[in-house]
T-cell receptor, first 112, second 118 residues
Framework: SQKIEQNSEALNIQEGKTATLTCNYT??????LQWYRQDPGRGPVFLLL?????KEKRKERLKVTFDTTLKQSLFHITASQPADSATYLC???????????FGAGTRLFVKA | GAVVSQHPSWVICKSGTSVKIECRSL??????MFWYRQFPKQSLMLMAT?????????EQGVEKDKFLINHASLTLSTLTVTSAHPEDSSFYIC??????????????FGPGTRLLVL
């Protein structure tokens, strides 16, 4: 069955450092991959989308890589801030977005 | 950006009662909306796809008679949890995809509804 794995352990980093989150998947060939941020008790907020034919995408302090051979995506937050503390979800979608599956997320804590 | 609202944000009800949750796209039209359920520290689980003007499509294992979905207009979808029981207590989130180039890519999520059934 299709499976997305994100590190279930929380990631604790110091302010100013780069946070790197990992998303691995199996039994799936997504057309694109997305990263969302979710704060406690809130719905997810879209951050970045990267397509299967793209290797890297950047948006301000955020960078996403997508390796379809390794079936892995890395999500980087540079110059991290305490306000970046949240849970980050990885999501895979088929062509047309008819089916999207979400990972359980990785909790990030950025300490001042 | 696209905004999706949900109402109510919190609901507490007695076992056996029905609860209706509304999902609205405020500044765009959504022919499709998704309903998810999320348990603590778990991923979003898709319950059903709501389609304007037609019947909803339910995921395997989701009882359509228990979770009634009505997509009444291009900006409103409702989820009714009928005869709610404590095991239905969860965080319910709706989303509406954008329709860039005919593809339903990015999803814009509502703030979620916390349901507690006593």
């Amino acid at each position: 069955s299709q499976k997305i794995e994100q590190n279930s352990e929380a990631l604790n980093i110091q302010e100013g450092k780069t946070a790197t989150l990992t998303c691995n998947y199996t039994n799936y060939s997504p057309a694109y991959l997305q990263w969302y941020r979710q704060d406690p008790g809130r719905g997810p907020v879209f951050l970045l989308l990267i397509r299967e034919n793209e290797k890297e995408k950047r948006k301000e302090r955020l960078k996403v890589t997508f390796d379809t051979t390794l079936k892995q995506s890395l999500f980087h937050i540079t110059a991290s801030q305490p306000a970046d503390s949240a849970t980050y979800l990885c999501a895979l979608s088929d062509t047309g977005g008819f089916k999207t599956i979400f990972g359980a997320g990785t909790r990030l804590f950025v300490k001042a | 950006g696209a905004v999706v609202s949900q109402h109510p944000s919190w609901v507490i009800c007695k076992s056996g009662t029905s609860v209706k949750i509304e999902c609205r796209s405020l500044d765009f039209q959504a022919t499709t909306m998704f309903w998810y359920r999320q348990f603590p520290k778990q991923s979003l689980m898709l319950m059903a796809t709501s389609n304007e003007g037609s019947k909803a499509t339910y995921e395997q294992g989701v009882e359509k008679d228990k979770f009634l979905i009505n997509h009444a207009s291009l900006t409103l979808s409702t989820l009714t949890v009928t005869s709610a029981h404590p095991e239905d207590s969860s965080f319910y989130i709706c989303s509406a995809p954008t329709s860039a180039g005919g593809l339903r890519e990015t999803q814009y999520f509502g703030p979620g509804t916390r349901l507690l059934v006593l």
